[in-house]
């Protein structure tokens, strides 16, 4: 069974610092794997996505997010944090068989301070 | 850039009353799926459905749910007999084809509040 872990629940990092975002997953094979954002009240917005090729993937607002096969991890990382970047983040991951489900870690709450 | 809508965006019902959510998945998305979010925890895969059928559900998805593509467009949740437990954010999300990366596009929630 797939699983994933977010070890940090929450996270407070000051404006224009860097910000890791630690993601663990278990799966038989090799997965998909997202981060998705999550402002309060809000839906889930995709970041980025893994799926195969280059292990360091680029995404929106300024994330990447990095695959280590070794460690199971998928980490998500940004050089300089800005005030808008608030919010809860999720890391998932599916598999490649079709229709399976994506299955979500509980969450890393990022505050950021001025 | 075509995306995911559900309705309403807020329910709120008594215990015991039915619900339906719905959701609008991309035009010619063919794999739809429903999960949910209680307040503070993390989101949980409800159901998969796929050529008009159920393709996987969670033990979460008991006799009390079900889902349906009552026409070329709309994809819904019913919660037959709400308990107070099933508050939550619940999303619909959907993907081109089987054939696809596992890439969902989720749409923006219903919160379900049960009084």
């Known amino acids: 069974a797939q699983s994933v872990t977010q070890p940090d629940i929450h996270i407070t990092v000051s404006e224009g610092a860097s910000l890791e975002l630690r993601c663990n997953y278990s799966?038989?094979?090799?997965?998909?794997l997202f981060w998705y954002v999550q402002s309060p009240g809000q839906g889930l917005q995709l970041l980025l996505k893994?799926?195969?090729?280059?292990?360091l993937v680029q995404g929106i607002k300024g994330f990447e997010a990095e695959f280590k096969r070794s460690q199971s991890s998928f980490n998500l990382r940004k050089p300089s944090v800005h005030w808008s970047d608030a919010a809860e983040y999720f890391c998932?991951?599916?598999?490649?068989?079709?229709?399976?489900?994506?299955?979500f870690g509980g969450g890393t709450r990022v505050l950021v301070k001025p | 850039e075509p995306e995911v809508t559900q309705t309403p965006s807020h329910q709120v019902t008594q215990m015991g009353q039915e619900v339906i959510l719905r959701c609008v998945p991309i035009?010619?998305?063919?794999?739809f799926y429903w999960y949910r979010q209680i307040l503070g925890q993390k989101v949980e895969f409800l159901v998969s459905?796929?050529?008009?059928?159920?393709?996987?559900k969670s033990e979460i998805f008991d006799d009390q749910f079900s889902v349906e593509r009552p026409d070329g467009s709309n994809f819904t949740l019913k919660i037959r007999s709400t308990k107070l437990e099933d508050s939550a954010m619940y999303f619909c999300?959907?993907?081109?084809?089987?054939?696809?990366?596992?890439?969902?596009?989720f749409g923006p929630g219903t919160r379900l509040t049960v009084l």
């Open positions: 893994y799926f195969s090729g280059d292990t």
């Open positions: 035009s010619n998305h063919l794999y």
């Open positions: 999300a959907s993907r081109p084809s089987p054939l696809s990366p596992n890439e969902q596009f």
């Open positions: 459905f796929y050529n008009n059928e159920i393709s996987e």
């Open positions: 799966y038989g094979a090799t997965p998909y």
């Open positions: 998932a991951v599916g598999a490649h068989a079709a229709g399976n489900k994506l299955t």
